[in-house]
């Protein structure tokens, strides 16, 4: 389960750096809406490095497992209004929301977490 979690946040860190890519594109100049398409795929990639710092350290470090979870959630939930509103398509909303549910629900299983520290 822990490796299943760790290529979820890695295959959402891909997602963000290609999200960020495809901004060059896209967008012929920087604009606002060139700026704000940016910032998603930076959201995307920084909640995969969350979500992979959580399968190192979140087992000894419940405040991280706790963010970790409330930011798969947030990311979750605004994705899915992104998609709604921009008409994404079923296979856009199947990956991002597969990846971003799949981290959150393994977020939350403490076995999906590094070993535990010994003292």
Do not use: D, K
Request: glycine fraction near 16%; hydrophobic fraction near 55%.
């Amino acid at each position: 389960m822990r490796r299943l979690y760790q290529i979820l946040g890695a295959g959402l860190l891909l997602l963000g750096v290609v999200h960020m890519f495809s901004t060059l594109r896209i967008f012929e100049a920087v604009s606002p809406g060139a700026l704000w398409f940016f910032s998603g795929g930076l959201a995307i990639g920084l909640t995969g490095v969350l979500n992979l710092l959580n399968s190192s350290y979140g087992r000894v470090a419940a405040g991280l497992r706790r963010t970790c979870i409330g930011v798969n959630v947030v990311m979750l939930m605004f994705a899915l209004m992104t998609g709604i509103v921009t008409g994404a398509s079923v296979a856009e909303f199947v990956l991002v929301l597969g990846f971003l549910g799949g981290a959150g629900l393994l977020a939350s299983f403490q076995v999906a977490q590094g070993p535990s520290m010994p003292r």
